[in-house]
């Protein structure tokens, strides 16, 4: 359920191909970690799955973050 | 610039980091022509942040911003700048339990999102021991309004605006009464979530909510600084150095 001034036709444009979202589970700095893949092969920080609030105030564990891991 | 080499070298030739979350940069030894320590590190800076220089300073209270849509149980498509509220949530027990951070300050510019985790940020906020002092700079929309009041103290700039409209469903909606209750319900949460962290009335609420008269592909009201504060739903007009000054005035109190 949205709250929003922008309408959800434009929130949502694209939702559906999103399903070809690649998804990574990757360990950074000890922290679990979820990446997506980005267009230009590097990878973006998605969610950090973790239960210790420390890895969340981590600057280098913000979510949005590019991260490039070898191929 | 050094974003367009960047790529272009990427694509070209695999790289492998001696750690995986510093970005490594192929060109650096190209770029900096011999000074790499201060120009690797500048160059780092302006792409995380934008900016060439950033202070270096430690303090005792938390900045934290919420911009764009308030991401909640979905993934919200890369067009939108989201706050995502599952990184927000275990930040704010982390302030609360840090022995460092004596206050938060909350910055808004949002345009609203997820209800739900808006509503979760907001009572997360609300129920902090710590104080929390809230600004609304630009726009705090929608859901953008129960996170701005859960503040103990609450700031808006002048030119700031808070849009008041009703709940929108997504997704597949049947045209039955209970679709409509259920909405409702959800209204009456926000509404009385906001009503009793600021000085507005639900009548008040309720009636810019429902406006029809002054958006025009859409009801509700766009609320400009001075007029939040008015109809009591902000505390005050204000910058930067009041929202500060009202946080740490609220510190040394609690000390």
Not at chain 2, 14 to 37: C, F, H, L, V
Not at chain 2, 68 to 95: D, R
Not at chain 2, 103 to 126: F, W
Not at chain 2, 160 to 186: C, K
């Amino acid at each position: 359920m949205l709250w929003s001034i922008i309408p959800t036709d434009v929130v949502f444009n694209g939702f559906e191909q999103q399903e070809d979202l690649q998804l990574l589970d990757y360990e950074l700095e000890s922290c679990p970690c979820r990446l997506r893949r980005l267009t230009d092969g590097s990878f973006g920080l998605e969610t950090v799955c973790s239960t210790n609030p420390k890895h969340f105030m981590q600057r280098n564990l913000q979510p949005g973050r590019r991260i490039f891991l070898s191929k | 610039m050094f974003k367009d080499a960047k790529r272009r070298n990427y694509n070209n030739k695999e790289i492998i980091p001696s750690d995986p979350t510093e970005p490594q940069d192929p060109n650096e030894g190209e770029r900096t022509g011999g000074n790499e320590a201060d120009n690797v590190d500048r160059s780092k800076v302006v792409d995380e942040l934008g900016a060439t220089d950033v202070p270096d300073m430690n303090s005792d209270i938390h900045v934290l911003t919420i911009i764009g849509q308030v991401e909640g149980h979905l993934v919200m498509p890369p067009q939108n700048k989201t706050t995502k509220y599952e990184h927000v949530i275990p930040q704010l027990v982390a302030v609360e339990e840090s022995p460092e951070i004596k206050g938060l300050l909350v910055i808004l510019n949002t345009v609203g999102g997820d209800v739900e985790a808006g509503l979760a940020l907001a009572e997360m906020m609300a129920s902090m021991r710590k104080p929390v002092v809230s600004l609304v700079l630009g726009g705090g929309h929608s859901i953008g309004v129960p996170i701005a009041v859960s503040a103990r103290r609450s700031f808006i700039a002048s030119t700031a605006t808070m849009t008041i409209h009703p709940i929108r469903m997504t997704g597949q909606v049947l045209g039955v009464q209970q679709s409509f209750d259920y909405l409702e319900r959800m209204q009456d949460r926000v509404i009385g979530f906001v009503t009793a962290h600021s000085n507005i009335s639900d009548r008040q609420m309720r009636s810019y909510m429902m406006n029809t008269g002054e958006l025009a592909r859409d009801i509700g009201t766009v609320l400009a600084g001075e007029d939040a504060v008015k109809c009591g739903l902000i505390d005050e007009i204000g910058g930067l150095a009041e929202a500060l000054a009202s946080l740490h005035a609220m510190i040394d109190e609690a000390k």
